[in-house]
C-alpha cells in the first residue's frame, strides 16, 4: 500500500534558524496536503499542493511538490516559538499521514 | 465554516465497558467521515472511512466488531470501543469531508480529538 516517510523525525532550532521537513511517497500522488498539530491538539490544513513542481508560500511557509509528484517538502524561514508542532504531510482520498516531523524551537 | 466537534473530549474507563465517540460536523454536511488513532509521538493511522447510510470501510488490521462505527446522519457519525482493554487507549480523532470542498477535493477538517484512558 502507500507509504508516506518524512525526514527528519525530530528537528531542535535556534529561533530565528531555519527549518525544513521532507515528505517521500511510494506512488505518485494527485495531491499532497500538509498539517501542522500543536502539542495536545488536532491536525490543522495548512495547504493542497495538486501540480507538478508547484510552490507555495504562507507568510515564512514555503511548500513544495516535487516534479514527480512524489516528494515534497516545507521550509520555515527564521522559526518562532509559535512554529512548534508536528508537521504531517499527506497523501489524498483517505489522507494516509506521513510520519510527521516534530519541531521544537528553542528561544 | 468547516467546524468539526468531538465528544467527549477525553474519557476514563474500567476495562471490559464500552466507550462511544461522537463526532459532528456543525456548519456543513459531511457525506463521509474518517476515524484515526494516534499514539503518543506517533503519526495518525486511518481506522476507518465512514459514509453515510453505508457501512464503514475498515482498514487492516483494525477489527470491525471491536470499533463499531455508525454514520446515521450527514452531521454525525460515532465510534463505539467495545469491550476496552488498556492497550485501546489512545488519542482518537475524526475528520469529516465536504461533499463539494472549496479548498479541494480532498480537504478534510479535524475534531478535537477524544483522549481514551482505559483502566
Known sequence: GQQVMQIPQYQHVQEGED????????????????????????PVFLIQLVKSGEVKKQKRLTFQFGEAKKNSSLHITATQTTDVGTYFCAGPNKLIFGTGTRLQVFP | GAVVSQHPSWVICKSGTSVKIECRSLDFQATTMFWYRQFPKQSLMLMATSNEGSKATYEQGVEKDKFLINHASLTLSTLTVTSAHPEDSSFYICSARKGLAVLGPDTQYFGPGTRLTVL
Open chain 1, 19 to 42: 527549518f525544513t521537513t521532507y515528505c517521500n511517497s511510494s506512488t505518485t500522488l494527485s495531491n499532497i496536503q500538509w498539517y501542522k498539530q500543536r502539542p495536545g491538539g488536532h
